[in-house]
């Protein structure tokens, strides 16, 4: 069912984060042991802010743990926010327009849960993306059609609005079909300056999610590595499992909560509460 | 923008039409001579029937002309009934899902040609999908959608009406948006059993599109191929483009026509004329 | 580590025994319960015999359990023999030609396992490979290699002697090498007619292999299949690990041991002993 | 038969050479003119040095014209120093080990040409490599091979010198074995600070290859673009053809001669000998 990780901090080389560390996003896609699946190998992506015009996307079909690419990309990329994720699908097609980050503009997004009963409500939710927006559409899967609709809900002006409406709609959708447990929703956002985080599901028992605590967390994980050492405290990363064993370093982002990372690295934790439309 | 062959006869091996000839499918894949674009490199496919329930299907997005798959089953499947398709994007995604022949039930579909502005119309073709249809629907393409909408308007009780009731639609939507020459449609469809080409475009210059001439026409091509000289007069098979420099042996099909090619290989041509809603 | 499947008996659709089993290989390419690894995603292979000329092989860098087309084609190709192939790469590149299984006109070859420090000893195996055959290989895998040096050896006269032969060079390469557990190898080999299954490792301790013990263990798979049903005494079965869970309808082949199934499906178990040059 | 191109000036964004002018390496992959084929549609790579140890890689068995991962990593890496390749097979298998550049620690390798008869040849290049190098071929081409040994007669040391030492030997073998024409060859090669360019055929008919005549030519593809407008004198571009038509703007390479530019973008032409091992 996926699982993602986002940095947003100092400028660093994407495999410091993404490869080197124990129990790392790649191996997760591996042998995941809080997923909802051990194999998340239905492809993956890595989108990042840097160099060049909005944000860099690079999606393999491939599983992530076996893709010589993403090693070169990861270990020749430097960026001060990234998001990468690997995807275990729940039915629809393995192709590279339904792997993770989504693109529009300069905005990333990755889901890490599913729609329930998505082919039921999935032509409705479809007619409520603004026609603008529609014809962008390229893959076959709920994630995408999250974005879309957050985008049609104003996610580039009130990211954290624009999906407590996207999600309260998907909601209503599926209660007018009979729908119980209508989603799960592990979410990233970023739009190459700040960064939201969400966990929610309608059933309140969220696929997990967490921050790391401060700096000194990214410092023990990597004693050995100079360059960490030089983390500062408004640096954040922020995972669907800790990429390593490190009791203490985490916080849990709690269920129906929303984190916000300032473009200054200031974060704080709010509720997430779906709005009825 | 793509080129594609049907075989409708006695049963053979695939690769004796689609590999073997001199400009078969596969070479146009990488030279195709009266094509909108020589490089019809953007994936692929085959569909067949024979063994097994409901047609087989084979997509890919390698070139034709490069993939060591489709020259092992071409050479170790055999069949009465088959399409096959090489693609060259018009825009869309290089993804499996993208590449014909689609399937539904029993039926296949491949489409050469395209939808003009597809962007501006894709959105009111789409809601004009039937809503338990739609859930099928996995790939972004204007061919996929054509497939739909016409099994939405009953392809499979009587398909050349519903190919003139989906192009007439197509036709009436592009009007309403101020779009001119609204559609360039070479289309195969079959359910297993019967066969049906159409050549029709909205300017009334449309893409190529021949059937062989007779069971004589196929022979020619391969005097030495013991087995070919066993064709019969019911084997029938329609190309975007000859598969071999014979004249005389393809008949063009006519502008704004469809053949159809019943289970005993009869077969008649009559006027494809788009129906209004 | 790999995990493959063999069978030997009457014609039937590859997917009765490829994916519609309970524990099926494909199952296994994500869920292996007594390989090394739980999974063998870095791509998967299967061979068969029937119509065409020789084997026909179908190979992909794709996860087995999410291949479209696999599915298509095992529901779409009836055979009387076929092997297939799950991978796990021990550290070659995820490539077609690194997916077995491996051909040579008439004959196909699977295997599980590896040979040690294969880095070490690849260029002194490669060497020993008869130069009209070196040029054929394709691929960078110690699996590609034992079946060129078995080729070598003697493979298309007396598969059993070539392969002890063939196993016996690579112990004695490794020795000088002074490296220890030399090989590990389950390996299958057919020629369309007969199929051969060895379990062998240096250490005495192999890769899993099971034969089905006769036609009622296939029966009680599928209860409710009447074509099943009609499984004669003569059909084989070979797996690195039972498909379903019916105690007592399985064979362990034991350490060391190479199983034989002629073409009227009668077999026998052999010792099997490397043989020194 | 392959084209490819090489930047070695001040730091860029790799599109602005690679995409974005007119008949880009990108075109060719689709519409070569200069090539012995039109299309170079199996697999593309581009190496790059900047940020990160060594080279960065990215290979691909995707045509280059609708990669879409490639649009965006050229669009979003910077490189002072970069190589691309776009591949048309002469028979070998289209994977991505088998697409340039080849890379071994510091070293990035592009090819353009064949061995002649290189089944015939093969086996004896293969045993002339370093046993240590032997082991990280992955891939089954005559290029790979030629890098290999080239790395083995030196190239780290002498690069021309190793060059002409490696097709010294390639013709030497193919000599005898009765081969004429033994070789074409245009080569690029770099260690990260120096940038080589070959071009030699045995048979005195090489590949075409160019070099930018100075920053006019450069300037002049851009008029617009006022970043390349600060191009400096010492950047140089060589290309397998001009990427866009601008008579006096390019220099062809003679026959049988190398090019050499050095870390501060002097550069200087020396006639190229195989040497006689």
């Known amino acids: 069912m996926c699982r993602w990780m986002a940095w947003h901090g100092q400028s660093l080389l994407i495999d410091e984060l993404l490869l080197k560390p124990k129990h790392s996003l790649i191996d997760q896609s591996l042998h995941s042991t809080m997923g909802a699946e051990p194999t998340n ?31 070169h990309l990861a270990g020749h990329i430097e960026s001060p926010l990234f998001l990468a994720h690997v995807r275990a699908t729940s039915g629809s097609a393995v192709q590279e327009t339904n792997c993770h980050p989504h693109l529009h503009g300069r905005w990333l997004f990755v889901h890490n849960g599913l729609i329930n009963a998505f082919p039921t409500v999935r032509r409705e939710l479809t007619l409520a993306v603004d026609p603008e927006l529609f014809t962008e ?34 909601e209503q959708a599926a209660a007018r079909h009979g729908i119980d447990r209508a989603i799960q929703a592990s979410i990233g956002v970023s739009d190459g300056e700040r960064l939201w985080a969400v966990r929610y599901s309608s059933e309140g028992n ?21 360059r960490l050492q030089l983390l500062r405290d408004e640096d954040r990363l922020v995972v669907s499992e800790p990429i390593a064993d490190l009791p203490g370093a985490w916080h849990e982002i709690p269920e129906a909560t929303a984190l916000t990372v300032l473009a200054d690295g200031s974060h704080e934790l709010r509720p997430f509460r779906p709005l009825a439309s």
């Open 206 to 226: 969220s696929r997990t999610l967490f921050a790391s605590a401060d700096a000194h967390a990214i410092k023990q994980l990597h004693p050995e590595n100079p």
């Open 41 to 71: 190998g239905d492809g993956f992506g890595l989108g990042w802010y840097g160099t060049g015009d909005g944000p860099g996307l690079y999606r393999s079909i491939s599983p992530a743990w076996a893709d010589a690419n993403l090693r």
């Open 137 to 170: 559409i390229q893959g076959s899967t709920d994630s995408e059609l999250l974005f879309y609709l957050a985008l049609t809900n104003g996610l580039e002006d009130d990211p954290l609005t624009a999906l407590e409406r996207t999600i309260g709609f998907v």
